[in-house]
């Protein structure tokens, strides 16, 4: 089970966007993210006449390691890490590990 999942609060604690929030938009791989408005590089882009793009200067959200990343805790309004309950039918739910309430995403 991840513990991150698309559409959760995430905070970055590492590299040059360290503090900024975002929504994690997609899962590259295991282990990479995509995050709204963190880590954005510049791309130069050929223009296509066949798909009708224009070229230019783009930016591109590019993929961030998971370990740098901590999901956003409202109650508390800090980073925090997942923990993994089992509940008595035997289903997982992930929860803060710092109060033990449920993740809802």
Do not use: C, W, Y
Request: glycine share 12%; net charge positive; hydrophobic share 35%.
């Amino acid at each position: 089970m991840n513990k991150l999942k698309t559409g959760d609060q995430v905070i970055v604690l590492t590299g040059r966007d360290k503090g900024k929030r975002g929504t994690v938009s997609a899962r590259v791989d295991d282990s990479h993210l995509l995050v709204d408005g963190v880590n954005v590089a510049k791309k130069h882009v050929k223009p296509n006449p066949l798909k009708g793009t224009t070229g230019g200067i783009v930016d591109k959200t590019m993929p961030i390691h998971q370990s740098n990343v901590a999901i956003f805790n409202p109650a508390s309004g800090k980073a925090d890490r997942v923990g993994i309950k089992l509940l008595a039918d035997g289903k997982k739910v992930r929860v803060f590990k710092s109060s033990g309430e449920d993740i809802k995403a």
